[in-house]
Nanobody, 124 residues
Framework: QVEVVESGGGLVEAGGSLRLSCTAS????????AGWFRQTPGKEREAVSC????????HYQASVKGRFTVTRDNAKNTLHLQMNKLEPEDTAMYYC?????????????????WGQGTQVTVSS
């Protein structure tokens, strides 16, 4: 069974940066589409960014474009989300997603259950 573990969240002031990481057991990340979702209490989980399976094309939600960057470290089988110029509206639990397709910043057909996530809190 594939398990994903997210890390790197924390408390940061507006304008600051964080780098999230995701590792996966029993799965080679660069063979799949991968990306990130986020969720705040009472709201649906929303797609933030993804990187495509073959060509490594990246896609971003409009609100994070130009501030966030999704990358893969194939040697370490790790997915990252570099988040710069953070805003209070970015406050959420962030979840890693690995699946079949990347489209419109969304990974679909996930190959695992959701992990525990990593909390990002941006103070104003």
């Amino acid at each position: 069974q594939v398990e994903v573990v997210e890390s790197g969240g924390g408390l940061v002031e507006a304008g600051g940066s964080l780098r999230l990481s995701c590792t996966a057991s029993r799965l080679t990340i660069d063979l799949f589409a991968a990306g990130w979702f986020r969720q705040t209490p009472g709201k649906e989980r929303e797609a933030v960014s993804c990187i495509s399976r073959y060509y490594g094309d990246t896609h971003y939600q409009a609100s994070v474009k130009g501030r966030f960057t999704v990358t893969r470290d194939n040697a370490k089988n790790t997915l990252h989300l570099q988040m710069n110029k953070l805003e209070p509206e970015d406050t959420a639990m962030y979840y890693c997603a690995i699946g079949s397709y990347c489209s419109d910043a969304r990974v679909t057909e996930l190959h695992h259950s959701w992990g525990q996530g990593t909390q990002v809190t941006v103070s104003s």
